[in-house]
């Protein structure tokens, strides 16, 4: 960091503990407005569902979201080892087939 970056970290922080505001009050402030973030949103699904049962939504979410995680996952997966094979098919027939 330059000498003036420095010095401005410095000047911001002293201008915040002036105001009250130190590492722990700021991560209270922030996990308050997460909180209210979740609770809002969570309260939002349950009335576009119309469902009561907070367990179940969020078992069909976690269940729906987790499958095509786990799709994509396995189709990326599957294409880069894919691309780095080699295929080699080698076909013999014996005897012959009867016809009917």
Known sequence: ?????????????QMLNEAGFNRDTI??????????VVRNQVNQVL??????????????????SLRSQIRGCAERVIK??????NFNVNVEITGQESEK
């Open 1 to 13: 960091m330059r000498v003036e970056e420095i010095a401005l970290r410095s000047e911001i922080r």
């Open 27 to 36: 991560k209270q402030l922030v996990k308050e407005a997460i909180d209210d």
């Open 47 to 64: 009335m576009e569902r119309k469902e009561g049962n907070l367990e179940e939504v969020v078992s069909n979410y976690l269940d729906s």
């Open 80 to 85: 880069e080892k894919l691309q780095r094979m």
